[in-house]
């Protein structure tokens, strides 16, 4: 990446951005079973700034159990192992824990990864090994049919002094996690129905109206960029800040 030429107060242009990450802060969440889900006794209505909106696409999705988390600093959540967690109390997540290290957090790709350069859905369909050729930005075209081997390299050599690295099943899951809490969208999030595989995309969820029974539902329609209020339901907070794709 080499030595950052900006100051506070500069300008950066879109062109000069090469990716995009997103911030994920140590945290735990309150364990409310320990997979008996038969436990569960109470579900949460989902809290969101469209509450009073009849038509809310949230609304339309129904009701959520909302996971509890707080954050914290290494110094002040620690590593907890799973024997340890007990229900009602808080569990460090195990995304941030990097071998001995505990961490305070770590970056994860906005977007899917796509294909520097590629001006078409084929030419980004490549299998090589070519770390200079990952971009994590908005509507660029997806890179696909590459085998995990060269999916894992290219991350490993993404930019080593940063320990980047292909994305791991618990760091996934504490994103997961994080959509359905206070922080999150809260409930389940649109899917990418671009047909040219571009990064960033949204199904826009038409409501329609049962003329029987009055009740409302949604029905998928066509695909909207990642900064429009159709996009926002692609992201894990239901905003422009989140995880996409």
Same mark, same amino acid.
């Given at each position: 990446?080499?030595?950052?030429?900006?100051?506070?107060?500069?300008? &950066?242009?879109?062109?000069?951005?090469?990716?995009?990450?997103?911030?994920?802060? #140590?945290? $735990?969440?309150?364990?409310?079973?320990?997979?008996?889900?038969?436990?569960?006794?109470?579900?949460?209505?989902? $809290?969101?700034?469209?509450? !009073?909106?009849?038509?809310?696409?949230?609304? +339309?999705?129904?009701?959520? #159990?909302? /996971?509890? /988390?707080?954050?914290?600093?290494? !110094?002040?959540?620690? #590593?907890?192992?799973?024997?340890?967690?007990? &229900?009602?109390?808080?569990?460090?997540?195990?995304?941030?824990?990097?071998?001995?290290?505990?961490?305070?957090?770590?970056? +994860?790709?906005?977007?899917?990864?796509?294909?520097?350069?590629?001006?078409?859905?084929?030419?980004?369909?490549?299998?090589?090994?070519?770390?200079?050729?990952?971009? *994590?930005?908005?509507?660029? =075209?997806?890179? #696909?049919? &590459?085998?995990?081997?060269?999916?894992? +390299?290219?991350?490993?050599?993404?930019?080593? @002094?940063?320990?980047?690295?292909?994305?791991?099943?618990?760091?996934? @899951?504490?994103?997961?996690?994080?959509?359905?809490?206070?922080?999150?969208?809260?409930?389940? /999030?649109?899917?990418?129905?671009?047909?040219?595989?571009?990064?960033? =995309?949204?199904?826009?969820?038409?409501? &329609?109206?049962?003329? /029987?029974?009055?009740?409302?539902?949604?029905?998928?329609?066509?695909?909207?960029?990642?900064?429009?209020?159709? @996009? =926002?339901?692609?992201?894990?907070?239901?905003? *422009?800040?989140?995880? =996409?794709?």
């Amino acid at each position: 990446m080499g030595k950052c030429r900006y100051g506070v107060g500069s300008k &950066i242009e879109e062109d000069d951005i090469e990716s995009y990450f997103v911030w994920i802060p #140590r945290y $735990q969440y309150r364990i409310w079973d320990m997979g008996k889900y038969t436990t569960v006794n109470s579900i949460t209505s989902l $809290q969101n700034s469209f509450v !009073d909106n009849e038509t809310s696409y949230r609304r +339309m999705f129904g009701n959520t #159990r909302i /996971i509890d /988390i707080k954050f914290g600093s290494a !110094d002040k959540i620690a #590593r907890m192992n799973e024997s340890e967690a007990t &229900i009602g109390e808080y569990y460090t997540h195990p995304a941030f824990s990097l071998g001995d290290k505990n961490l305070n957090g770590f970056w +994860m790709g906005k977007f899917e990864t796509g294909y520097k350069g590629a001006k078409s859905k084929e030419e980004a369909s490549t299998n090589v090994e070519d770390k200079d050729s990952v971009i *994590i930005k908005p509507n660029v =075209y997806s890179w #696909r049919g &590459i085998v995990v081997k060269n999916i894992f +390299m290219n991350s490993y050599n993404y930019e080593r @002094g940063l320990d980047s690295h292909m994305l791991k099943n618990t760091e996934w @899951g504490a994103v997961a996690y994080l959509s359905h809490s206070p922080y999150g969208i809260g409930t389940g /999030i649109s899917v990418n129905n671009n047909s040219d595989y571009l990064t960033g =995309y949204s199904t826009e969820m038409n409501i &329609i109206q049962n003329s /029987i029974t009055g009740n409302y539902g949604v029905a998928p329609s066509k695909t909207q960029p990642y900064n429009t209020l159709s @996009g =926002y339901l692609a992201s894990t907070t239901g905003n *422009i800040t989140g995880v =996409y794709d």
